[in-house]
Structure formats: C-alpha cells, structure tokens
C-alpha cells in the first residue's frame, strides 16, 4: 500500500513497485489522479486497488488497510508517504497552519501505521517505510509547522520499530533532500536556488530516486534494517 500515490514520490513508488510485480493498493484524496494512475499501471499488467481517502480520518485510514486485506488477504509492504509540505516561518504560520499539518503528515501516518501493524500481527509481519525529510532530522528555515511534522516521521520510525521487531515487522524511514515533484516545482525560485546550492551533488533530485530507496528498504533485501532514516539527500546531511 502506497498512500499520497496520486503525485510525486508517491507515484514515482507505486510506478517502480509495479514494475517489480507488486500487487497494489494506492490510496489519495486526488480521485482524478488516482484512477488516471490506476488505469495506467493496470494497462501495463499491474494488479491495482485504488481508495480515495484522507489519512488524518481514522475511517478512511482503515479503510485503505481493509481494502488490502479483502482484495489480497494480507498488507506486507505500507509507504505511508501521504503528506503536505507548507512552507512558512513561524511568524506567518497560524495556529490553524500548524494543525493541517500536523493532522496529515503526523496523524495521518501514526493511523496508518497503526492499522497496518495491526493488520501484519495478523499474517505474521512486514514492512513499513515512512516519508521523513531532511527537515526530520536538522533544522532549516521557513519549517516552522511542516519541520516538526516530519520530526514526527523520524521518531514514529524509530519507537515503532523497537516496539515491534520481535514481532516480524521493520519500520524504516528514507529523509529525502529537496526532490523535484510537482509540489516543489511550484514553489519560489528564491526558495529553490539556495536549495540547490545546499545539496552538495548540485542538483535537486528526482522522484524515482527516492522510490528505488524505498523499494530497498521496503524488500527482503533489507531483512536486518529496521529503525534506520536513510538519507536520499544528494549529501545535504553529510555537511
Ligand atoms: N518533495 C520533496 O522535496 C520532499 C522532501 C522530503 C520529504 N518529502 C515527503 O514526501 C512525501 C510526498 O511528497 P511529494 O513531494 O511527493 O508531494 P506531492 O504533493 O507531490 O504528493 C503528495 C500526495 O499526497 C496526497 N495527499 C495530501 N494530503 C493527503 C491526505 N490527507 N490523505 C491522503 N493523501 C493526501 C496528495 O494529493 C498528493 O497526491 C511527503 O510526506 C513529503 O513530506 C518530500
């Protein structure tokens, strides 16, 4: 299950999971999107299952998990990538600024977190890959509301994988640097430029970057990584 699959990162994983034979349940709030996506990868052969839902609702949050449960039995493998990235310091942040995103990014993924590892304690583990950031794990400017939301990623990852190694569950984090999605797209060149300059490797990246990440963390491969926060940073942290 890959949630936020309609853009971005999101897309970018469920476009490579389906190119491994993942079976898939992608879920969003962007209804178009979604099924121009499911309709894409079912095209190309993929078994697809597609919830229009928000994370931060725990009805909806449940739903996405059961709708995996009925269609392939079980939940191995959650990306809980749904989130918002406002960018602001925190004299223009309002209080209400600071609850959206702190209800999508934060809430939205400790739901479905939790349903999935309720689901996985049923068939015997899996893994969970969580959407930190380099603004999970250092400071920077104009993070004041959606900085923290993403300290939330680091420490969910971390507590919920000591919490349930015992049980056949890993729960790892990737923190990207800056990526190149739509949503970063649109945001302000003074904002974009000094960015670039910070990632040592000159560039901004690219989605498909982060997914081939969370494709390793996600697999057997990764069988004895579990409460790790790899950077996908082009060296940003390194600094
Ligand atoms: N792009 C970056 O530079 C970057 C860097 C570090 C971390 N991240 C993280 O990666 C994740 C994806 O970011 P992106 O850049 O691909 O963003 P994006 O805006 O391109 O995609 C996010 C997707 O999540 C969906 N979404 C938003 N709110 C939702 C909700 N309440 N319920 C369900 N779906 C919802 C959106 O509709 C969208 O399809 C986020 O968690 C973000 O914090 C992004």
Known sequence: ?????????????????????????????????????????AGEGAEVETVVGDVSVPEDAKAMIEAAVERFGRIDVLVANAGVIPLSTIVDATPEDWDHVMAVDG???FLTCKYAIEAMLETGGGSIVCLSSISGLAGQAQQAAYGPAKFVATGLTKHLAVEWAHRGIRVNAVAPGTILTEAVAELPDEYKEPMLEAHPVGRLGEPSEVASAILFLASDEASFVTGAILPVDGGYLAQ
Do not use: P, Q
């Open 107 to 109: 809430r939205g993924m």
């Open 1 to 41: 299950m890959i949630t936020g699959a309609a853009k971005g990162i999101g897309r970018a994983t469920a476009e490579l999971f389906a190119r491994e034979g993942a079976r898939l349940v992608l879920t969003d709030v962007d209804e178009a999107g979604l099924e121009e996506l499911r309709e894409r990868l």
